[in-house]
């Protein structure tokens, strides 16, 4: 390995980064895009509020406490809907996915069951629902849960199984903050992966590999001067995402050394990998569309995005053969969780990982043409 | 540490094949040191082929290549640092400009004193140091391959087709710095398929068709002993100078303009018809002699035009 070639050949990639104006643009703008989105997206998935249409029959005072109780629980913003109105023409007309239905004897019933004690009495509230709506069964198990509740009430018995929540961690975490280094973890796989797929499909094609291959430039020299260019360009655009998620977010996360060891793993593991991808897949459309082929498995089943319970048993074995998802979870651990145990085994997992790609991918780069 | 070999460039029976394609046919020729040695050959006959396994970017299926007394297989990391390439189709990094190209090529040959200013100038690109790749022309990019080519004051240059595809004007640049070179006493392995730019600058050429050297000698040498004969053409005053040319043994050719073509083998040829004619009082218009090139000899010696491709036949450079 010779320094002074790598830094030559790592102050031209910067001069040519810094003159793209676009790439520029891109390799800053798009992971902060994606923080805003994805941010705004999960920021409030902790205290969710659905839209819930209420049409109340019987309008009483009685009838009216259901909408109030139903929005006092913080999971619905109430709209009500006019009683003279066909709730289920309503809910096709307006694009609605459930009304619930206050039948017109509500408060008659009500004042019966509770009087006279009528174990007859009782009402029916209904739904109408667009069974096609992802979120309509959310919905509906919150309101059979509030209905429960209420239920229970009535009967004047205190619950006897109750439920109480003890928090593994010491602090509440937000679901934004689980997402950030994953975020991070993607950008970073992203850019490098495509940094060096196109980087390198393009030179060769432009014959400046071959122009290189005279020179006494050595793979091992090229591929570390790659990593460090992907690794100032990670460090970059981690940190603008970061100043985003503290300035939009307000998130509290850890930043400590770990941060830079899962970036430079990250980065040696997909430079790497694209190397490799390189010299298997000559031209570079096709080069773009392998590396596609590697990033969206990923991109989506590595837990970057979702939490892998989320996912069904298989997906969850499978994701554990995939680097990224040790450079999501080990982030996860020490930005988030504090686990510094499980970021060092997992930093050891992608860093035997990432040293085997360096290595095949230094064999696979070939600079003379033919044997 | 250099030692000095009398060929700068050795190539025994080299032969490479792509699949089933002999691109390059079991070929031999040496380059002395400080010759300008041309590869001349339509496209598609084998040049670049051959030159990119002597400059180390191929490897050659068999045969002994070696450069400077190495072997291009095994002394590849040894023979680089000593060798100037500027490869067919040569292109660098769009966005860095001129200096800082040559600045990148000689970090990448770890010289701390490159006379980045003095190859600016044999090129004469010192005005266009601060421009960007992308801006600059097709001569002008050539230039510039060049200059990087000897940023290692390299003892054998390798330039394959370094003025195809540029206008005259560019091309005529592009042969001064090369003649600048053959001054400077430099060893260039050329490749062209413009046999005026074989012609201008090769010490020897060889004339490569279809992967095996056909021909190798100096241009003069070349045209001399392959060549067919000399063309006289006459324009004269009336139909008696016919006869005349007629009666000496020639076989004069009468054009539509009324023009006599003899061919002659040598000048001599040419001085005894002028005298047969002024003493049989047969005026002439005009007269010229044609001499033959080297488009000629490779016409001659494989059947196809020099510019025309390999009679369409699919080759590999």
Redesign the interface.
Known sequence: M?L??V??NL??SI??FY??KTAMFFTTTFPILLILVFGTIFMDRDKVSFNLCVQDLDQTETSAEIAKTLALTGKFKITRVDPAIDATQYAKNNKVNIVLIIPKDYERSYTQYLQFDDPNAFVTITYVYDPSSSSVVAKMQILDMVFARMNQGLSGKPSFVRTAEISIHTREYRFVEFFIPGIIAMAVMTASLFGTVNVNTELRQ???I????????THTDWILSNILYQFILAVISTTAMLVVSYAVFDVKLRINAWLPLFIVLDVFTFVGIGMILTRIVKEAQSATAAANAIMFPMMFLSGSFFPLEMMPGFLQKFARTLPLYYVNEGLRASMVFNDNLTALSYSAIIGTFAAMVFIVGIMATK????? | MTTEVEHAIEVENLKKLYGNLVAVDDISFNVRQGEVFAFLGPNGAGKTTTVEIVDTIRRPTSGKVRVLGMDVRKEKRDIVPRIGVLPQGFSSFDRITVRETMQYYSRLFCLRNADIDGLMDLVNLKDKAKEQYMKLSGGLKQRLGIAIALVNNPEVVFLDEPTTGLDPRARREVWEVLLGLKKEGKTVFLTTHYMEEAELLADTVAIISRGKIIAMDSPAQLIESNADNLVLTLHPVDEKAFEVVWKMGFEPVLNNHKNINVRVERTDDIRKILNALKDAGASLLSMDVRKPNLEQVFLKLTGEALNDGASGEKGVE
């Open positions: 010779n002074r070639v830094g030559a102050v031209v001069k040519i003159r793209e432009k014959g400046i071959r122009k290189l291959s005279t020179t006494p430039i600079w003379e043409e033919g044997t």
